[in-house]
């Protein structure tokens, strides 16, 4: 059944499912913080990847833009040419339509959607701030319970452990968080509008104690103060899978380090392929099924 869509000023305009007709309207904040909030239609949702994440079926993103603002980011480099490279994580867009679109593309596929794999999301992060209010990766996931897709969640803030009870209702889900570093010096260099890196353990450990399928991606991997102690912060979660990869300072549309504003972030910790490899060969003797670059990311 097509649900409502409410319609006015202020109000965000999603088709809901139907447990959600008598949800009160979701309000739109034009800001999160730094980060202006815009609200627009898209043209597509469902999109099938190329490059890094082609071995996925399908990929989401609910939003374009991250208000995360990692100095990193490659995901920056397919931001429409009107914005500022130095205006990322300032901006962030509401796929509007995100719902709709989806429940449209899929009744298209649905004779050949089950069971194939899907990533949420590669170029933005479904579980930045704005989604706190307004819930559209939650519905969007809420969405594809019923077609059993095999679902890779992919973040760095702790929200994601609010979804615990969606993910439990698919049969092959894996919920995926980004761990760079034990430094919180670090982490507020590279990445200062992410949650601190002790939020971002304690939520995946919960994920992981409610039994659903997880990992934590060092990707890139950043400077380390201490590899053992990272090591057992990592292992205190209960985690099993882990993926690492190398900051790339050379430019690379699909490379995990490619924005040139961590370029000087990296000289000023003195970050290089030596440190990595020192710190993975801790990590690869203390952790199990650690995976590497581009392998690490296959779907489950
Ligand atoms: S959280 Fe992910 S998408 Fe967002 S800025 Fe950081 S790396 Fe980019």
Not at 141 to 167: C, G, K, M, N, Y
Not at 203 to 209: E, L, M, N, P, Q
Request: positive net charge; hydrophobic residues 40%.
């Amino acid at each position: 059944m097509k649900s409502q869509s409410t319609a006015g000023q202020g109000m965000l305009l999603l088709d809901l499912p139907d447990d959600n007709l008598s949800a009160p309207p979701k309000a739109r904040p034009e800001r999160m913080g730094q980060t202006v909030v815009e609200y627009k239609d898209a043209a597509g949702i469902l999109t099938k990847p190329k490059g890094f994440m082609a071995g996925y079926d399908f990929t989401i993103n609910p939003y374009s833009g991250c208000a995360f603002g990692c100095a990193y980011c490659y995901a920056a480099a397919f931001a429409p040419a009107a914005r500022k490279p130095e205006d990322w994580g300032k901006w962030v867009v509401v796929k509007q339509n995100a719902l709709e679109l989806l429940r449209r593309q899929l009744k298209k596929s649905r004779s050949g959607i089950h069971d194939k794999s899907i990533y949420i999301s590669s170029v933005t992060d479904p579980y930045q701030p704005i989604e706190r209010d307004l819930e559209l990766t939650r519905d969007i996931i809420r969405e594809l319970i019923a077609h059993q897709l095999r679902l890779v969640i992919q973040t760095r803030s702790p929200l994601v452990a609010r979804d615990i009870d969606l993910f439990k209702q698919f049969k092959v889900a894996q919920v995926n968080m980004t761990v760079t570093t034990d430094s919180e010096e670090v982490r507020r260099a590279f990445e200062p509008g992410c949650p601190a890196n002790h939020q971002r353990l304690e939520a995946i450990a919960k994920v992981t104690a409610e039994g659903i399928q997880t990992c934590i991606t060092m990707t890139p991997l950043l400077p380390v103060t201490d590899a053992n102690g990272f090591a057992d912060s990592l292992l205190a979660t209960g985690v099993k899978r882990f993926i690492v990869q190398p900051f790339h300072a050379k430019k690379g549309a699909y490379a995990a380090g490619t924005k040139e504003t961590a370029a000087p972030l990296i000289e000023k910790y003195h970050w290089d392929g030596d440190g990595y490899v020192a710190v993975r060969d801790v990590l690869r003797a203390r952790l199990p099924h650690l995976g590497e670059g581009k392998d690490g990311f296959a779907p489950v």
